[in-house]
Nanobody
Framework: QVQLVESGGGLAQAGGSLRLSCAASGRTFSRDTMGWFRQAPAKEREFVAAMSWAGGLIRYADSVKGRFTISRDNAKNTVYLQMISLKPEDTAVYYC?????????????????WGQGTQVTVSS
């Protein structure tokens, strides 16, 4: 059974940092593109960041460029999202997703597997 499990969410103050992790199991994700999305209350889920399997292709949403960094450890089947300079508008449930592909899509329908999400709350 394929599983993606996010962790590392929580409460942070504006200007603070958090590091999210997403552990994958049930199949080999080393050849997958891994992505992060988020969904704020009353808003649609939106793309945050994604990385190709070898790390050669990385994309970020404009709203997080320079503040968030995606990385992965294929030996551990884990992808990370380091978030710094957090803002209240970063408050959302953060989801990781994977897709067996060499491209780095930004639309959620292009991803095959999803985690359950982890809550990030940034206070002002």
């Amino acid at each position: 059974q394929v599983q993606l499990v996010e962790s590392g969410g929580g409460l942070a103050q504006a200007g603070g940092s958090l590091r999210l992790s997403c552990a994958a199991s049930g199949r080999t994700f080393s050849r997958d593109t891994m992505g992060w999305f988020r969904q704020a209350p009353a808003k649609e889920r939106e793309f945050v960041a994604a990385m190709s399997w070898a790390g050669g292709l990385i994309r970020y949403a404009d709203s997080v460029k320079g503040r968030f960094t995606i990385s992965r450890d294929n030996a551990k089947n884990t992808v990370y999202l380091q978030m710094i300079s957090l803002k209240p508008e970063d408050t959302a449930v953060y989801y990781c997703a994977s897709k067996a592909a060499i491209s780095v899509p930004t639309r959620e329908y292009e991803y095959e597997y999803w985690g359950q999400g982890t809550q990030v709350t940034v206070s002002s």
